[in-house]
């Protein structure tokens, strides 16, 4: 669109030091004489560059440059401990969702989306949508049981969004499931048994780790690289190593780093485990949020794009980027298939008909890439923001990853500090964030925290991040 067009060479001239802090654009009139277009095109542009956290505006004033960012470093590379087991210490996490529900509590632990930043309204739409040609058919079938795989509908529209992580897949192949989480679960208990060994990054998404605990499985922690992911070295040590009955990896904004795995390195990876022949969970989840500086109009490939021996399980939902309270998401189980249907009929039956068709109509209707184009700028935006806040708040020595997409942000913070004890002095004046240690399987990480940027950006936030610094610094 032609306001990003005109916000990308704003961006580029604050970039080349033609503006410096402090510097007052010129106004709405003259940038739409000197850029040849409307006064409501540049109106948009001064927004997004409002948003992304490069100017502000001024009461009665203008538009000025923002302070210049600075860049701390990332975080260094993991070093786990290199032996299986079981997973500890899960129960925290349910503290820190039901914080979510708590009106009263910001919301940076947790890594649910605020409303403001989902497309409700559309969606709401498609239900009503959905709801009245069903009530006028003499079916009247979006009540009914929906059997696996699914609707056959939503599949359809899934195959046909897959195209665009480079996958090839049809209806026939996708089981439509209860959110991301139980795809993962259905995939765990297809390929592996109680007692098995389950390799994993790590850091690593704590909804992984609730899994393998379900399951009495044993988790295997991998060396992670937080710019590019899982090391290949260290998990092809450990297969030599350990009987490991599969992988699981979060390739595109992996959560909690944001990295997202280079295209060769995910071949590679699809190849060492298909050479090995150890099954590979997939978790996507993220995939189509990647920042608009990177996946405006796109997003990454998937590891299931490089899967010539069908041993790739691919999870994902609309969770993160649809309505969490859907709780639709789907896998593609490949070589797996009927074992993944069979436990997915035996987990609960049938995944509820009326939120498959209302995001089968959203997506049908081109709402859904409407609203990614938005939403990528956003969470940019929003990481921006908090990241520049962190820098400039918290105590020397602190680090942090520079995401790729996604919203959430690892921050690890000098090693005299406790995240266990700042979560819950956080807690005590109704900040909510999510302590290191929930993303290990063995209580690592215990000078680290994740914070959600999910949030509508204001004081109310920055006055929360500050107060998580002191609890930091002090």
Request: proline share 6%.
């Amino acid at each position: 669109m032609l306001y990003r067009q005109i916000a990308n060479e704003i961006f580029a001239q604050i970039k080349n030091g033609q503006y410096q802090q402090g510097d007052k654009l010129p106004g709405i009139r003259k940038l739409s004489l000197l850029f040849g277009v409307s006064i409501s095109t540049i109106i948009q542009a001064q927004q997004t560059l409002e948003e992304q956290g490069l100017i502000e505006a001024k009461p009665r004033s203008g538009y000025y440059i923002c302070q210049q960012q600075v860049v701390l470093d990332a975080p260094d590379i993991s070093t786990p401990d290199n032996a299986p087991q079981l997973v500890t210490g899960q129960a925290l996490v349910l503290n820190l969702i039901k914080a979510a529900n708590r009106p009263k509590v910001l919301q940076l632990g947790a890594a649910v989306p605020h409303s403001e930043f989902l497309p409700l309204k559309q969606i709401q739409q498609s239900i009503q949508t959905v709801i009245k040609r069903h009530t006028a058919s003499p079916d009247n079938d979006f009540l009914d049981y929906v059997f696996p795989p699914g609707s056959l509908t939503l599949r359809q529209q899934i195959a046909k969004r897959m195209r665009l992580a480079r996958c090839t897949c049809h209806a026939k192949d996708i089981v439509i499931t209860n959110g991301c989480q139980e795809a993962l679960n259905i995939a765990f208990r297809s390929v592996a048994s109680p007692g098995g060994i389950i390799a994993i990054e790590s850091p690593v998404f704590y909804g992984l780790l609730q899994v393998i605990e379900s399951l009495g499985m044993r988790a295997l922690e991998i060396s992670t690289d937080p710019h590019m992911g899982i090391s290949l070295d260290a998990l092809s040590k450990a297969i030599q190593q350990w009987p490991i009955q599969a992988v699981a990896v979060v390739p595109n904004f992996s959560n909690p780093l944001g990295y997202c795995m280079p295209d060769e390195k995910k071949k590679a990876l699809v190849a060492l485990l298909a050479k090995n022949k150890i099954p590979l969970i997939e978790d996507d989840v993220y995939g189509d949020l990647g920042f608009a500086s990177h996946f405006k109009h796109t997003r990454p490939r998937a590891l299931k794009s490089y899967d010539k021996t069908n041993s790739v399980i691919y999870c994902s939902s609309f969770s993160k980027s649809i309505a969490p309270g859907l709780r639709v998401g789907w896998m593609i189980p490949g070589k797996y298939f009927a074992q993944s249907e069979f436990n997915k009929y035996i987990a609960n039956l049938a995944t509820p008909g009326l939120p498959q068709l209302a995001i089968a109509d959203f997506l049908a209707k081109g709402l859904y890439d409407r609203y990614l184009l938005r939403a990528r700028e956003l969470y940019q935006a929003q990481v921006t923001r908090v990241t520049q806040c962190i820098s400039h708040y918290f105590p020397t020595g602190t680090k942090i990853t520079q995401p790729l997409g996604g919203f959430v942000v690892w921050v690890e913070l000098p090693k005299k500090c406790h995240s266990m004890s700042i979560y819950k002095l956080a807690m005590a004046k109704n900040i909510s964030v999510a302590p290191g240690p929930i993303f290990s399987a063995s209580g690592k990480y215990q000078h680290f925290i994740r914070i959600s940027c999910a949030q509508p950006w204001g004081r109310r936030m920055e006055n929360g991040i500050k107060i998580l610094a002191q609890l930091a610094s002090n």
